[in-house]
């Protein structure tokens, strides 16, 4: 059977700088590196390691690529982290922000033309003329100048494009905020890929997660790739941040990009939202549809939360669409329990669903394997089944439901065999009858994952030695 991969983001956007114990987040991963391991976890999503401005944005207001003392720790501890990580056969996954530089020292006297936020090449109003300004765009320690940006962004709401500038139709969106890289400009292509380069060899990387893609022309990110994969001469892992419901935007991207970026599937995740507010009212039926994890499932990193959909933590607010507490059990089981995509954990819901993660965790690794039987005909009631491996105790049937108490018709494809909820939101057994099916139940918005009894005891075992 294969290694069902599963991404961790362990950390959130409002995650303290030191724990209770006084540790900052790459000492916390060189600590629990063999724990993550233990969990089922296969990859490890870090956060930007750059030095930002101000240490805002906890690293994303990027300032300096090559000062690796950032928001979450000193280079050296960084270093140590991937160590630790590497050497439980995690791979890591290291944040990159090629765009919106922050804090550089003041330029004088640069022409400047103000224009549409989404669109450069048309000025904001038909009266619009070029002024001159002074703009923070000297990055001395990068050797960058006004010279290697083609815009500016003040704020949310302006974009002032740089004089002598040719302005891309490549890019999705404008950035929102700080200064665009001109990636028509051969020395800006050099000097990323030099920085990519000396990050490889300082610390140890397996991919990236590249930032704010749909701001980005795609060849300026595919041939950074493509650079790093030539120097390392291996596939480096990528995944591109697309914050769009639109899953054409998605495939789109992915064919500008030549099928070598894989892309989060905010469509289903958004979905996600929308059953959490509507209840019983949504068709359940229809969830994968329109979503990146059913059209492309080999490109698709699903996911529930991450640091900018996340629910209240730390005592702080929530950001952006967060999922209600009462759906979160059904949204892993659809993104964990499932063979299609690559599913990525977030540590916000680990924090707040860590029993029921560690079990989907387990039944993810043992449990989704073999033919798989789908029972999305119902509104508010869906489930499936998995007829595991060969010669394993394996099968299992899932039960999701946003209304009343649910039941489905499932084949496991084991005859007279004993079934236990894994989840244990139920206590009696199921057994399937002489052709491998039973009618598995599930509670009230709720979910059940009903696995042979003789899995359900080993299962236990190992969730209790993690604890």
Not at 57 to 76: A, Q, T
Not at 192 to 208: I, P, R, S
Not at 219 to 242: D, Q, V, W, Y
Not at 298 to 304: A, G, I, Q, R
């Amino acid at each position: 059977m294969s290694l069902r991969g599963t991404i961790l983001q362990p950390w959130n956007w409002h995650t303290p700088q030191t724990d209770k114990t006084g540790l900052n987040l790459w000492n916390r991963l060189k600590r629990d590196a063999s724990s993550i391991k233990k969990q089922g976890y296969t990859a490890v999503w870090l956060p930007p390691a750059s030095e930002a401005q101000d240490n805002m944005n906890i690293g994303y207001g990027i300032r300096n690529w090559r000062n690796l003392c950032g928001y979450w720790g000193k280079e050296s501890e960084l270093i140590d982290a991937c160590n630790a990580l590497k050497n439980e056969g995690l791979q890591i996954y290291h944040d990159q922000v090629h765009n919106h530089l922050m804090g550089g020292n003041t330029e004088k006297d640069i022409w400047c033309l103000s224009v549409k936020k989404n669109n450069k090449n048309e000025p904001a109003t038909d009266s619009c003329v070029w002024f001159n300004t002074d703009l923070p765009t000297d990055f001395p320690w990068l050797e960058l100048n006004h010279n290697n940006f083609d815009a500016y962004h003040p704020n949310d709401w302006e974009c002032w494009a740089i004089s002598g500038k040719k302005f891309d139709k490549e890019a999705y969106e404008d950035a929102w905020g700080g200064c665009d890289l001109d990636f028509d400009s051969m020395d800006v292509v050099k000097k990323l890929e030099a920085f990519g380069n000396w990050y490889k060899q300082t610390v140890h990387v397996d991919g990236y997660r590249f930032d704010a893609v749909k701001h980005i022309r795609p060849k300026g990110t595919l041939n950074f790739l493509h650079a790093m994969r030539l120097s390392e001469s291996r596939n480096l892992f990528a995944i591109g941040e697309f914050l769009h419901d639109n899953v054409q935007l998605l495939h789109n991207y992915i064919s500008s990009t030549l099928g070598q970026i894989s892309m989060f599937d905010v469509p289903l995740q958004r979905k996600f939202e929308k059953v959490s507010q509507q209840g019983r009212s949504y068709n359940l039926s229809s969830l994968f549809e329109n979503t990146l994890t059913k059209d492309n499932p080999v490109l698709s990193v699903s996911f529930v939360h991450s640091h900018d959909d996340m629910p209240p933590m730390h005592n702080k607010n929530g950001r952006g669409h967060y999922i209600g507490d009462w759906f979160i059990s059904q949204a892993y089981a659809l993104t964990l329990l499932r063979e299609q995509g690559y599913p990525m954990v977030s540590d916000v819901d680990v924090l707040r669903h860590g029993d029921m993660i560690s079990r989907y965790m387990l039944l993810r690794q043992d449990c989704t394997y073999g033919h798989i039987m789908d029972k999305f005909d119902h509104s508010a009631t869906i489930g499936w089944s998995f007829y595991g491996g060969n010669g394993y105790d394996n099968s299992m049937a899932v039960v999701l439901t946003t209304g009343d108490y649910g039941k489905k018709w499932l084949n496991t494809g084991r005859p007279n065999t004993t079934y236990r909820d894994f989840t244990e939101a139920l206590q009696h057994k199921i057994v399937t009858n002489h052709d491998g099916w039973a009618e598995f139940e599930c509670p009230a918005g709720n979910t059940s994952a009903w696995i042979e009894e003789s899995k359900y005891v080993s299962l236990k075992d190992r969730l209790n030695s993690l604890s």
